[in-house]
């Protein structure tokens, strides 16, 4: 629908202003409900809880409608065309088209700094400093002065691996700056990318050039880019930054294809037009622009409150509510009944993937089990650990243990046991950001090892401590990270399970293997 109506733009008279506003604000509208299409399956899709970022498309959203209403005011205004093409629509048509290019996406047009500590976080977008707002989008500075240190990208995917900058400028555009640059259009010379500003050149080792005001507009923003992925990385990697120039090709003109090599020379991905593939239609490629658990480490680290709930009777089988049973319980049972933990939750989550956990995961939850568990909770906790009289029980044996335990089919690949890992806060600290230091106490001992080892190993830790974690993402938030310091990665899937009580309760026996 989007690029049947631009196609159609060819058609309008460019004398009649007011059919071309009412043909932009046709496909802002198309292209306003594309997106929402987008939107809605992102919703339904976290509804399940099987990403572990969550979608942040407001900004997206938003900006897209501040331009409509502002083409809406402009249609009411009898528009000279000057002022009809110089709308922004185009902007976010290239923006949606790169999208439906991409994967996993995760957020759009949102600023990152690369000198986090002084200025904020990546966590959310906020930051801090002197003259700048707290807000993702804004940041204000007395009139003069330079804001420094912050670029935006327009799309974030991969489940964060990938950034995406989107430019309309023209060819036109591009050759107008050079020449304010001084460049020359001297063809036959030689040494026309001599006379051209290099973006190699005078470039400190912490990635600041105190050059970059003489640097054609690209080269720069591209420099800006690479410098925020080192100090951004993701699962200790910096982010793969693609530039998409949805109005500028390459071959054509000599001077032109000379910027794209300097923009190329900092180590973005440039995309010129003649470059880009067909835009797929949004049907086609939707279930792909959604995030999934692939994007998890191989191996998880598994915290206590899911070892719980991967062992509550409220988890694998339909119990009744009791009114022994505390207040909490019985909300987990009626919870349950809408919806089912391990099936909808934590099994897609899993997944094949191999699990850990730390030793002291594991004492938690067996203090926990010892003292409440009921008879087919022991045996499971026995199970997913392989400990006890499971020690050295085979893992297809576990696994047909557990189902018997269980109504919920167990899925393929599905792996028993979980191992356990010894580890050491204070010699974790050591390998971490400094804001580890202050973090350590605030978690406790239990709940630092557990989190800590999920960082300091790049694992992600599976939690159903929603409380723990916004408190390790709040704290990241005010002291910040060094460049190239990687945050921790944790996935809060489903919620918690409690242990049902100990009394098997009238009637009820105690479960007896089919094979150990």
Not at 390 to 413: C, F, M, Y
Request: hydrophobic share 35%; glycine share 4%; charged share 25%.
């Amino acid at each position: 629908m989007v690029d049947s109506l631009v196609s159609n733009l060819g058609e309008l008279r460019l004398d009649d202003p007011q059919s071309i506003i009412q043909a932009t604000i046709d496909r802002g509208n198309a292209l306003q409900a594309e997106i929402q299409q987008y939107v809605s399956a992102v919703t339904e899709h976290q509804k399940h809880d099987w990403v572990p970022h969550r979608v942040n498309c407001r900004t997206l959203t938003s900006d897209l409608e501040t331009e409509l209403s502002a083409l809406a005011k402009l249609k009411k205004s009898n528009p000279s065309p000057a002022q009809v093409q110089a709308t922004n629509l185009l902007y976010f048509e290239s923006i949606w088209a790169a999208c439906k290019r991409s994967s996993g996406l995760v957020d759009f047009r949102r600023f990152f700094y690369w000198k986090q500590r002084k200025y904020g976080n990546h966590l959310s977008g906020k930051f801090a400093g002197q003259h700048k707002t707290q807000n993702r989008n804004k940041f204000t500075n007395r009139p003069g002065e330079k804001m420094n240190g912050a670029t935006l990208v327009d799309i974030v995917a991969q489940s964060g691996r990938e950034w995406v900058r989107v430019s309309t400028a023209t060819q036109k555009r591009l050759i107008h700056d050079l020449a304010k640059l001084g460049w020359q259009n001297d063809s036959d010379s030689e040494d026309d990318d001599n006379d051209m500003p290099d973006a190699s050149k005078n470039t400190r080792e912490d990635g600041d050039n105190d050059d970059d005001e003489d640097e054609v507009f690209l080269v720069k923003n591209a420099r800006e880019l690479i410098r925020a992925a080192r100090a951004n990385p993701m699962r200790g990697r910096p982010p793969t930054v693609r530039f998409v120039l949805s109005r500028i090709e390459s071959g054509k003109i000599k001077e032109v294809d000379a910027v794209l090599e300097k923009m190329r020379a900092t180590g973005v991905i440039v995309q010129c037009a003649n470059d880009l593939p067909e835009t797929p239609s949004l049907d086609s490629v939707l279930s792909s622009l959604l995030v999934y658990p692939s994007d998890t480490s191989e191996t998880l680290n598994i915290d206590c409150t899911i070892l719980m709930a991967m062992i509550s009777d409220v988890s694998h089988k339909e119990c009744p509510i009791l009114d022994r049973y505390p207040a909490q319980i019985r909300m987990q049972i009626e919870e349950e009944r809408e919806e089912k933990l391990l099936p909808q939750h934590l099994y897609p989550a899993i997944g094949s993937h191999p699990m850990v956990c730390t030793q002291d995961a594991a004492d938690q939850m067996n203090h926990i089990v010892e003292t409440l568990a009921a008879d087919e909770e022991k045996a499971r906790a026995d199970i997913l650990l392989g400990q006890n009289d499971r020690q050295n029980v085979a893992p297809d044996v576990l696994l047909k243990q557990w189902q018997e335990l269980s109504d919920h089919t167990i899925p393929n690949g599905f792996q028993l046991p979980i191992r356990v890992v010894p580890c050491n806060v204070e010699d974790m600290i050591k390998t971490l950001p400094a804001v580890a230091t202050k973090l350590a106490p605030e978690l406790g001992p239990s709940n630092a090892a557990i989190f800590f080892y999920g960082w300091a190993n790049h694992l992600t830790t599976l939690s159903a401590n929603r409380t723990r974690a916004r408190q390790i993402e709040r704290r990241l938030q005010e002291v910040g990270l060094d460049d190239g310091e990687v945050p921790p990665h944790i996935w809060c899937c489903g919620g918690p399970r409690s242990l049902v009580a100990k009394s098997r309760g009238p009637g009820r026996k105690k479960h007896e293997f089919k094979e150990i």
